[in-house]
């Protein structure tokens, strides 16, 4: 950051102060009568000592992700809701097309008992599935880690392989490429099928998709997204018209269109 950087910075950072302290003022002078809001201090990306996040800009970041310190995401990868990234004592590298789903704790460690630097690192098109935990570990590309896994420090898992949902993985195991391994302690199960294989690939690219989706809504402005709400509301009991206008076609299911002879009789009147 240059010295013109530097100061628009402070400018900002200053302006932000004021308009707090006055907001604490109008507070104390209403006394008991006030309604404090809590300002909430979350960052998405925030830096940790000297250390700042590199975030590729076609990669996704969901609002309430935080990704923190010497970390690196490539290109067209997706952290996505609640999940924690934090590079303070070492480093994490993310591929691209790599999707770390929700709620999911990516750390590192900054050596081990005999000495070894366990920064994490994590390859291309890869799937850690939603609430794993990865620890100073390294995850080949196009590797797959289910739902609630754990992977603990020096970890490696090659490449086309996968770790079952719920798997402890412990210390320093390898786990080789095209191979199933689940448990606690993990173990080996099985080979992985070449569909399974084709699987871990497609997950990626439905995840790289989705996240484009989830980018385009998060990035709407205040004012589109209550125009939506207005229109939603307008239009809700008319959704031929309404879809007519987003120029979306919904075709009926043919297991749902009834026949005509159990159709009321619109033309008979009610004598009731």
Same mark, same amino acid.
């Given at each position: 950051m240059g010295t013109?950087?530097?100061?628009?910075?402070?400018?900002?950072?200053?302006?932000?102060?004021t308009g707090? !302290?006055?907001?604490?003022? #109008?507070?104390? @002078? *209403?006394? $008991?009568?006030?309604?404090?809001?809590?300002?909430?201090?979350?960052?998405?990306?925030?830096?940790?000592?000297?250390?700042?996040?590199?975030?590729?800009?076609?990669?996704?970041?969901?609002?309430?992700?935080?990704?923190?310190?010497?970390?690196?995401v490539g290109e067209g990868s997706s952290i996505w809701y609640g999940c924690v990234l934090r590079g303070d004592?070492?480093?994490?590298?993310?591929?691209?097309?790599?999707?770390?789903?929700?709620?999911?704790l990516v750390h590192v460690a900054k050596s081990n008992i005999s000495g070894k630097v366990l920064p994490t690192i994590i390859g291309d098109n890869v799937t850690v599935g939603h609430s794993a935990v990865l620890h100073g570990c390294t995850v080949e590309d196009e590797a797959f880690v289910g739902m609630? !896994?754990?992977?603990?420090? #020096?970890?490696? @898992? *090659?490449? $086309?392989?996968?770790?079952?949902?719920?798997?402890?993985?412990?210390?320093?195991?390898?786990?080789?490429?095209?191979?199933?391994?689940?448990?606690?302690?993990?173990?080996?199960?099985?080979?992985?099928?070449?569909e399974e294989i084709a699987f871990i690939s497609q997950s990626a690219l439905n995840y790289k998709n989705l996240a484009k989706v989830h980018a385009t809504e998060n990035?709407?402005?205040f004012d589109e997204i209550e125009f939506e709400k207005l229109m939603r509301k307008k239009f809700s009991r008319g959704d031929e018209e309404y879809d007519s206008m987003?120029?979306?076609?919904?075709?009926?299911?043919?297991?749902?269109?009834?026949?005509?002879?159990?159709?009321?009789?619109?033309?008979r009147k009610s004598f009731h």
């Amino acid at each position: 950051m240059g010295t013109l950087g530097r100061a628009i910075y402070t400018v900002g950072f200053w302006i932000r102060e004021t308009g707090q !302290a006055i907001d604490r003022l #109008g507070c104390r @002078l *209403q006394g $008991n009568y006030h309604f404090q809001e809590q300002l909430s201090r979350h960052r998405t990306l925030m830096n940790i000592f000297d250390k700042a996040p590199n975030v590729h800009k076609d990669a996704f970041v969901a609002p309430s992700a935080s990704v923190i310190g010497d970390i690196e995401v490539g290109e067209g990868s997706s952290i996505w809701y609640g999940c924690v990234l934090r590079g303070d004592v070492n480093s994490i590298r993310i591929g691209s097309g790599t999707n770390i789903q929700d709620n999911s704790l990516v750390h590192v460690a900054k050596s081990n008992i005999s000495g070894k630097v366990l920064p994490t690192i994590i390859g291309d098109n890869v799937t850690v599935g939603h609430s794993a935990v990865l620890h100073g570990c390294t995850v080949e590309d196009e590797a797959f880690v289910g739902m609630g !896994a754990t992977l603990l420090d #020096g970890v490696v @898992l *090659q490449k $086309n392989g996968m770790v079952a949902a719920g798997a402890l993985v412990r210390q320093n195991t390898k786990i080789p490429s095209g191979e199933v391994w689940a448990g606690n302690p993990a173990k080996f199960l099985r080979k992985l099928t070449e569909e399974e294989i084709a699987f871990i690939s497609q997950s990626a690219l439905n995840y790289k998709n989705l996240a484009k989706v989830h980018a385009t809504e998060n990035a709407k402005p205040f004012d589109e997204i209550e125009f939506e709400k207005l229109m939603r509301k307008k239009f809700s009991r008319g959704d031929e018209e309404y879809d007519s206008m987003l120029g979306v076609v919904r075709e009926v299911p043919p297991e749902l269109v009834l026949p005509d002879n159990v159709l009321p009789d619109k033309s008979r009147k009610s004598f009731h």
